[in-house]
């Protein structure tokens, strides 16, 4: 035992002394990705942590900002995988600079921004978040009348499964948003039973499944994301919204209201005088420009870079105009 | 990976052995029948009452109390000396040791220090010095796979952050494994510790972790620590406790000191078991890669997640496949060194008996022999004189250098080359690798889900809507006093006492309602889990070249990350409870198999030779002789089957499950049910110790 321990020893240290070696020779690699420093123009940029949340229309903002950053700033960009609440707590913390698509979270909001005033608003993204009820595009087309909500409870037994007992499935639950749905089918005496999903994957699965195999669903779903791309689904229209209509969540007896997505920015970084604030803050653009990007990620399978990539280059104007 | 061993404990000493046996289990049939009866005629009376349903955004007082706690402290956190000064040097120190291995190891940048050729050549010349030439091969095989596969800096990303989990997990688990092996009352008090660390679902602390040791690295780190420290702490417990009572008595007798005693006789006989446990600690770290991409732990996560949000199956399953490769080469490696390094004369035949070791104490889980270096020969022939080997490793070292050097020094050696456009080899690039298994599985899916969604349809009609039912819409009471009754009749008074704890901390959660609904999926999963257990480990036991073709796929069903086949199972079972269980089934199928392959292979030759000559059929020989003579292996089959089943409760909520594993889903992702989804992972820790000790009692009077 003592002689094997010994020889270990002995390895370990060889091991380390070869690394160490080696190590002597690194840096004789030219660097090829210093060059785009020249375009900035005045002052450095320095790292950008931009956090990426995982949602695919997310990393569409993240890539073609940090694309342009690198390429147009000459910033060193690195993208952090977190959730989203990770991500706010990494901006107080200061090991993230920015978040580039938050859907609401009021708490957040009034926990950093308001109170703790370690993270500030960017500025929307030009994109607008809508929540609601779907049907695969088949579905729209044979049955042209259930889009609106008053009708549901005339197919409702259509929408049975094994998880409803009895009533039609309400497919819900993506665990990122509170939803009314509940309260909704009370509200609107829907024959309706609210089921769980639990996932992006589920949901988008099941639209899948339900397109392909021509079977009936209704479910929660969202838009922008990169699903539409792939398929049409179709909004039910449930009774429109008014400001204050979902004040009280258990009376809420209409649509969501559609979210302006907006973007975060740490304080410290804003204060930093770094480029790519202003980019950040002037950055906008619209639903079909993330889904087209997201698509390429998606469906295309194109690493983000390359996807972010082509769109700049393809959308010179655009681009621009975040830069002046 | 959850490895959960009963503590090594002369069971049947403490507990008087029933005398008539026979006699004994048929009397509990019956109060069971009595209990059941009752159980039903309450459901017929009291059915819808006191059901304490919770809807999906109420929180109770606890959860507003978590929350408002979380608060505190993430404000406090700021500059407290423990929270920021204690917890954030550490978290930075880590996030630095690792982040300097990256920039050396893994980091193909040009300019940076080693490349891939120099990593692969090191790799190699340690493996061969330590673990032998099959090994090495091994690890070659694996590495060039992950260049090839464009996982090269993920993967190794990975290997870097396990080596470091597992080597603090050893740093604090022996000593730990020591003290309680010598210390009945610091066993007593760890031990639920352990319970809790393994039970609890890591998405329901995974924020607050995140807020103490920031993103990256370190938190990784932390969380793979939280799960892959009990295997090992409780195995080196159980190896020196099972050090056989004459030798240490022997070392008493000698007049050697405690110290002696454990460095000269102890340690070096339980060294076996303890590797045994130093391995089962590694794949409990692997199985954390996944949710430490979440925090941004560096590694083969990543590609899963990022897979996953555009359900792409193939990519995934290529990454996923990297750790299962990992694992395998791990496991292998470190097996084959250990034997290596053990003195000649304690050679011992390391798979003599693989899953049991030690009686029905200890659970393991030994991966399939064909690689493993000497295995079970029992001799072991080698080639080369230790001093041979020695000059071979020498000489040797010398091209290692040099091929190292100039890996720092070209870009083909420093970054793995792009070879998806080679014929053959091409074809195991990420891209087309990942094409072909979807398309596979989109075939498979095709094919088959009109079926799977028919079976899906029948057993929820016949067996989850009734059973959940009966277990969720009656009054709490009613359920708690069945379950009590249950835990009674099964095990005695003490896993009723433990029970009745257990039920006090899931009301004490306000989630009842949903841990009975998780209660009806575990049971029935585990019913599942099982079946196929039975008709496979009964396949394996009897045949050596069934276990030759089932096992590598129960390695890679262990190892896999549940993410990967999420997306086929929602196609093939839609969003419902049952594709929950099915993923439950998926994962916990490979354990209780190969306990029970292990038992019916355990059954004395001379008995089956007995039996066999006796003239009775095949179906007489199993059902009559091996599984009854296999029983004890069937009860801690079952066992673990539940723990693994409870332990994917979270991935179950994430397609469709619902209840516990969804809120604990929930609560991660948003904030204001931060508190909810804590109470949620508090509840499903209860029904585990509660499930494991009702079963180990249980095993403890049945099973023999």
Same mark, same amino acid.
């Given at each position: ?268 970084? $804003? ?6 604030? !202003?980019?950040? /803050? +002037?950055?906008?653009?619209? #639903?079909? =420009?993330?889904? &087209?990007?997201?698509?390429?990620? $998606? ?6 870079? !390359?996807?972010? /990539? +082509?769109?700049?280059?393809? #959308?010179? =104007?655009?681009? &621009?105009?975040?830069?002046? | ?704």
């Amino acid at each position: 035992m003592a002689r094997a321990t010994h020889r270990t020893a002995l390895v370990a240290a060889t091991a380390a002394l070869a690394l160490g070696l080696s190590a002597c020779g690194g840096g004789n690699i030219e660097q090829p990705s210093a060059s785009g420093s020249a375009g900035g123009g005045g002052k450095e940029c320095g790292d950008l942590r931009i956090a990426v949340n995982p949602w695919t229309g997310y990393v569409s903002n993240a890539h073609v900002i940090g694309y342009v950053a690198q390429t147009k700033l000459g910033c060193k960009v690195t993208y952090p995988d977190v959730k989203e609440e990770v991500g706010w707590q990494g901006m107080a913390s200061g090991s993230i600079d920015t978040i580039v698509e938050n859907w609401g979270h009021a708490d957040l909001t009034k926990k950093y921004v308001d109170e703790q005033k370690t993270v500030q608003d960017a500025g929307l993204t030009g994109n607008q978040g809508i929540i609601g009820w779907y049907v695969p595009p088949w579905m729209a087309e044979k049955y042209p009348d259930i889009t609106d909500w008053k009708n549901l409870n005339k197919y409702a037994s259509m929408f049975k499964t094994s998880e409803s007992g009895g009533k039609g499935q309400l497919l819900d639950g993506d665990p990122s948003y509170v939803t009314n749905d509940e309260a909704l089918v009370t509200n609107l005496k829907l024959d309706y039973k609210v089921v769980t999903g639990g996932s992006e994957a589920a949901l988008i699965t099941s639209f899948r499944q339900a397109e392909k195999n021509k079977t009936p669903l209704l479910a929660y779903f969202y838009d922008p994301q990169w699903f539409f791309s792939e398929m049409k689904l179709v909004k039910v229209n449930l009774p429109e919204y008014t400001d204050g209509c979902d004040a009280d969540a258990k009376k809420v007896a209409c649509d969501y209201p559609p979210y302006a997505l907006n973007k975060l920015i740490a304080t410290k970084f $804003a204060e930093s005088g770094s480029p790519a604030v !202003d980019l950040i /803050k +002037k950055f906008q653009w619209t #639903n079909d =420009d993330q889904n &087209a990007v997201s698509e390429m990620i $998606a469906n295309q399978n194109m690493s983000p870079d !390359d996807a972010a /990539k +082509k769109w700049v280059e393809a #959308n010179p =104007d655009k681009v &621009a105009a975040w830069l002046s | 990976m959850t490895t959960t061993l009963e503590p090594a404990r002369p069971a049947p000493t403490k507990e008087a052995q029933p005398v008539a046996e026979r006699a004994t289990s048929r009397r509990t049939g019956r109060k069971l029948l009595a209990v059941l009866a009752l159980w039903v005629l309450a459901w017929a009376t009291l059915r819808g009452r006191q059901t304490l349903e919770l809807a999906n955004a109420d929180t109770t007082g606890l959860h507003d109390w978590f929350n408002d706690v979380r608060d505190r402290v993430q404000l406090l956190g700021q500059d407290n000396w423990f929270f920021h000064g204690v917890l954030g040097t550490i978290a930075s120190g880590l996030d630095t040791f690792v982040g300097v291995l990256q920039e050396h190891l893994s980091s193909v940048t040009p300019g940076d220090w080693l490349g891939w050729f120099g990593v692969l050549l090191l790799a190699a010349w340690v493996t061969y010095a330590l673990a032998g030439l099959r090994s090495t091969l091994l690890v070659t095989v694996v590495l060039l796979f992950l260049g090839l596969a464009g996982l090269w800096t993920d993967g190794i990303d990975t290997l870097i952050v396990t080596i470091v989990a597992v080597v603090i997990c050893m740093v604090v688990g022996l000593p730990l494994g020591i003290a309680m092996s010598r210390s009945r009352r610091t066993s007593a008090v760890v031990t639920p510790v352990l319970d809790a660390m393994q039970t609890m679902p890591s998405f329901a602390y995974l924020t607050p972790i995140a807020l103490f040791f920031g993103i990256g690295p370190a938190c990784a780190i932390v969380l793979t620590l939280v799960y892959a420290l009990p295997p090992l702490v409780r195995i080196t417990e159980h190896g020196l406790n099972s050090v056989a009572e004459n030798t240490v008595e022997a070392g008493r007798s000698l007049g050697v000191t405690k110290g002696q005693l454990l460095r000269q006789v102890q340690l070096p006989m339980a060294k076996r078991t303890i590797v045994v446990g130093i391995n089962q600690c590694t794949m409990a770290a692997l199985s954390m890669a996944t949710i430490a991409a979440l925090v941004n732990g560096p590694g083969l996560g990543k590609p899963v997640i990022a897979a996953l949000q555009t359900l792409n199956v193939g990519a995934a399953a290529v990454a996923g496949l990297g750790i299962v490769l990992i694992a395998i080469m791990l496991d292998r490696t470190t097996t084959a060194a250990s034997e290596r390094s053990s003195p000649a004369g304690q050679r011992v035949a390391a798979v003599g008996s693989p899953g049991i070791f030690g009686g029905r104490t200890l659970v393991l889980e030994k991966l399939p022999r064909w690689a493993t270096e000497e295995g079970g020969r029992g001799t072991d022939r080698r080639f080369l004189t230790p001093s041979g080997r020695r000059l071979v490793l020498a000489v040797l070292l010398l091209p290692v250098l040099v091929g190292a050097y100039y890996s720092t020094r070209y870009l083909q050696l420093s970054q793995f080359p792009d070879l998806s456009g080679v014929p053959v080899l091409g074809e195991l690039t990420a891209g087309p690798l990942g094409g072909h298994i979807n398309d596979l599985t989109n075939a498979v899916v095709d094919a088959i889900s009109g079926v799977t969604n028919g079976f899906k349809d029948l057993v929820t009609a016949v067996m989850l809507n009734p059973l959940q039912s009966l277990m969720s819409d009656l009054p709490w009471w009613v359920m708690a006093l069945v379950l009590l009754a249950v835990a009674f009749l099964l095990g005695g008074w003490r896993p009723a006492v433990v029970t009745l704890v257990c039920e006090a901390v899931v009301l004490g959660t306000g989630l009842w309602y949903d841990a009975m609904v998780t209660l009806t999926m575990t049971l029935v999963a585990t019913v599942i889990v099982m079946l196929v257990a039975v008709v496979l480990g009964v396949a394996m036991g009897r045949g050596r070249r069934a276990d030759t073709v089932i096992r590598p796929f129960l390695d890679g069903f262990q190892t896999i990350p549940a993410f990967v086949y999420l997306v086929p199972a929602l196609a093939l079972f839609a969003a419902t409870r049952f594709t929950a269980i099915m993923a439950a089934v998926a994962y916990a199928v490979p354990i209780a198999t190969k306990l029970v392959a292990d038992g019916v292979r355990g059954v004395s030759p001379a008995t089956v030779e007995a039996a066999r000559s006796t003239g009775i059929t095949r179906w007489q020989m199993i059902s009559k002789v091996q599984l009854p003579m296999a029983r004890e292996a069937l009860v801690l089959a079952t066992n673990q089957g539940l723990l693994y089943v409870l332990s994917m409760v979270v991935i179950g909520g994430m397609v469709g499950g619902g209840s516990l594993g969804y809120l604990i889903v929930q609560g991660f992702v948003q904030g204001q049910l931060f508190g909810k989804g804590l109470a949620a992972g508090i509840a499903i820790t209860a029904l585990g110790i509660m499930l494991d000790r009702i079963a180990r009692h249980a095993a403890a009077r049945f099973g023999r």
